[in-house]
C-alpha cells in the first residue's frame, strides 16, 4: 500500500503545482521575448540585419506560443514588420503589418490608438511603395481615430495631420 500512497501523492503535488510552474515559465519565455526585442533593435542598429530578423522571429514565435492573439504578439509583428520595410523587403513586411492590424482591431476596438498606429503603418508602407490609392483612407482613417480618442491638439493627431500632408504634397 505504501507505494500506490507515495504514487498518489507525488501524483497530487506534481498536477496541483503544475499551474505555478506553468505561470512561472510563461513570465521566463516573455522576458525573454523582451531580450529578443531588445537584441533585434540593437543588431539592426549595428546594421546586422540577419541577426535582427532571427531575434525579432524567435520573440514573435515566443509571443504567439504564449499569448495568442495578443496586444504584445501585435507589437512583435509590427517590429519585425517594420524591420523588412526599412530593408526594402515590403513583400514580407506587408502580412505581418497586416496580422498586427487585425490583432490590434479584434483585441482592442477600432477606436483605440494603437489600432490607429497600425493603420497608419501599413499606409506608410503602401506610400513607401508608392501606392497612394490604398495609403491615403487608411492615413484618413487613422486621423479620425485620433482625433476622436485623443483630441484635435494631441502630438499623434498632429502626426496624423502631418502624415495625410506629407502624401499630398508627394502626390502633388
Known sequence: MKPLLSFILIFLL????????????????LQQAQSLNQQMVKAYQQGKYKKAITAG?????IHQQVLGEHPDTATSLNNLAELYQAMGDYARAEPLYKQ?????????????PDYAQSLNNLAFLYEAMGDYARTEPLYKQ???IRKTALGENHPDTATSLNNLAALYYSTG
Open 57 to 61: 522571429k524567435q520573440a514573435l514565435k
Open 14 to 29: 506534481l498536477h496541483t503545482a503544475n499551474p505555478l510552474l506553468a505561470q512561472d515559465n510563461k513570465q521566463e519565455l
Open 142 to 144: 487613422a486621423l479620425q
Open 100 to 112: 498586427a492590424y487585425e490583432i490590434w482591431k479584434t483585441a482592442l476596438g477600432e477606436n483605440h
